[in-house]
């Protein structure tokens, strides 16, 4: 062997064995109330070793369109995946597993050599497709229309138990949406039915051993310097938020923070029709609901102290066999979470702030220890992918030629590479790139503008003895957020006897924004505009909690020429792809 191809065999052993695994922990519904201040091994593990990103953001705040959109790298516009719906909103469609879907970022990283493992709820309609066609020959499951054409049209429009997404070598998903009891998944494509006993069924704890096992396995059994990429998507904190028994009691006689907008009625403010007929007549919710939304507030950081144990656990692990240093790990949510922001009693979907920010914290080889990611820069659930190749050891320009949406650059900034070179005193300075001050906030509302009492505090019609309550499953039905004692099933249990409904969404809550963000200048504004005209501006530097709706109106004394630059922008976006996302000004 020459000593060229002898130095060549040792820079690629070199480049082989630096080549780091990687791990996302993606929570569902967690909000910027539920972050470290009740999880303390989180903290311990993930923000005193890692970096905290104070402005972490989806750019659509519910569940199937922002997981879709993490796992693509890119917004909703350019794959589809428009609400919960597997018809016309396209969640865990055919139509998405037959395109956007197979660039996905465990393909990806499968091509750099990477051992995938997802584990726990993919997309909310996974599992439930009975039809083994091409979309293409089913019209009515095409993205074209709001309208849900039939009752069974999410059935028929969705992918089967044994659809595997390019990619994964092992692959551990629920079917459905998120739940901790009583379920099915697919082990590898096969039906795996789970009851109700907490120490063989309980959902959490299942994504956390399934994931530790992939990784047992994988220090056993895989080839020497093969990395791995692990995804453990639990189902906490989304409702029911079931916790486990022994943290049942864990929040007992705590409330939902009481923050300025709490059961705030906005009127007179120019507000969308959704939030300004809150609780039908523009009211604030009853003691009822306020005591329902206190109890899921207690839920929901009792059920945080499973996946906090899922923490400690992995990080131990990872230390127990050596892979510790050479591994990054984000922690993140899939969307925010309002719990009585504007009147609203519970719920996501909307374009504020508990909704679209969400907490998000990285460790790993070369992230600075214990900081607070603030003026930096900002990132959104499409950096996910891109920043996950970068921490792969893929170059920028071989990240930005995949196409994505989002923007690697958020690697460089938890890198601390500006603070690096000005230690350095580097002379070859590189071409600065410009900074990514905006991004896209959409989302298209589903269907169920019918449902006559879904802002009401009260159902008095009493005629199914077996729930309490009559409506009409495509009218009324839960998607207008009815609650009672029929509720939850474990403790703690809600003890009312009343039965009242919780906003949800409407095809009016459909929307567009330009969030704009720059640390370094103090700005952080945001502009709005839904489907049916209204228009929404904050700027959240002076009105953090979005109490001032800076629009007047027609004629009523904004300068049209700011206005006619956030419709530019606001244009930009929603027709943009690729790089250009990273690109508007």
Request: hydrophobic residues 30%.
């Amino acid at each position: 062997m020459t000593l060229i191809n002898l130095l060549t065999l040792v820079a690629v052993t070199a480049v082989a064995k630096q080549q780091p695994n990687l791990i996302l922990i993606l929570t569902d519904d967690q909000n910027s109330h539920d972050d470290y201040k009740h999880m303390p091994k989180l903290k311990k593990y993930l923000a005193d070793e890692g970096t905290t990103i104070k402005n972490a953001f989806v750019s659509t705040p519910v569940c199937c369109p922002s997981r879709s959109s993490i796992y693509t790298g890119k917004y909703i516009h350019n794959i589809g995946v428009h609400n919960n719906s597997a018809g016309a909103g396209g969640c865990g469609s055919l139509e998405f597993a037959n395109g956007p879907e197979k660039q996905n970022i465990a393909h990806f990283l499968n091509e750099r050599n990477y051992h995938t493992s997802f584990s726990g709820k993919y997309l909310n309609n996974y599992g439930f497709g009975s039809n083994e066609g091409s979309t293409f020959a089913l019209p009515q499951c095409l993205n074209s229309t709001f309208t849900q054409e039939a009752a069974n049209m999410d059935w028929a429009c969705a992918m089967p138990i044994h659809h595997i997404p390019r990619g994964w070598n092992n692959w551990q998903a629920l079917v459905g949406n998120s739940i901790y009891y009583n379920y099915s998944m697919s082990n590898n494509g096969q039906r795996e039915e789970h009851g109700n006993i907490y120490s063989e069924d309980y959902f959490i704890d299942v994504v956390k051993n399934r994931s530790m096992e992939f990784i047992a396995d994988h220090h056993e059994n895989a080839p020497p310097n093969q990395p791995f990429f692990v995804t453990a998507a639990v189902p906490g904190v989304h409702e029911p938020a079931d916790p486990a028994p022994q943290h049942a009691n864990y929040s007992a006689g705590m409330k939902a923070p009481r923050n300025p907008n709490y059961n705030k009625v906005m009127a007179d403010d120019n507000r969308h029709w959704m939030i300004e007929n809150v609780n039908v007549n523009g009211s604030q919710f009853n003691e009822t609901v306020e005591g329902f939304v206190d109890l899921l507030y207690r839920r929901r950081l009792a059920v945080l102290q499973s996946i906090d144990d899922f923490v400690e656990e992995l990080v131990l692990q990872l230390e127990s066999i050596g892979e510790l240093s050479n591994t990054y790990i984000i922690y993140t949510s899939d969307n925010g979470y309002h719990l009585g922001e504007f009147a609203v009693p519970i719920d996501k979907r909307l374009p504020y702030e508990s909704d679209v920010r969400v907490p998000t914290y990285v460790r790993g080889p070369g992230v600075r220890k214990g900081h607070e990611m603030v003026k930096e820069g900002f990132m959104v659930n499409v950096d996910i992918s891109p920043t996950l190749l970068r921490m792969s050891g893929a170059g920028d320009q071989e990240v930005e030629g995949l196409g994505f949406d989002g923007s690697g650059e958020v690697y460089d900034l938890l890198m601390g590479e500006t603070e690096k070179g000005k230690e350095k005193g580097k002379k070859k300075k590189k071409k600065k790139k410009k900074k990514r001050t905006t991004f896209l906030l959409e989302y298209e509302g589903e269907n169920f503008d019918g449902c006559f009492g879904y802002l009401n505090n009260t159902y008095n019609e009493v005629v199914d003895d077996d729930v309490g309550y009559t409506f009409n499953k495509m009218k009324d039905g839960i998607n207008c957020g009815l609650r009672g004692p029929f509720s939850y099933k474990t403790e703690p249990l809600w003890e009312g006897t009343e039965t009242f409904g919780t906003i949800q969404d409407a095809t009016n809550n459909t929307y567009n924004c330009v969030r704009e963000i720059d640390g370094e200048e103090g700005i952080d504004m945001q502009f709005c505009k839904f489907v049916t005209g209204e228009v929404e501006i904050y700027d959240l530097v002076d009105d953090p909690y979005q109490l001032s709706n800076l629009y007047k109106g027609v004629g009523g004394g904004n300068d049209q020429r700011e206005l006619d630059e956030w419709e530019r922008k606001l244009k930009e976006l929603k027709e943009c792809e690729g790089g250009a996302c990273s690109n508007v000004r």
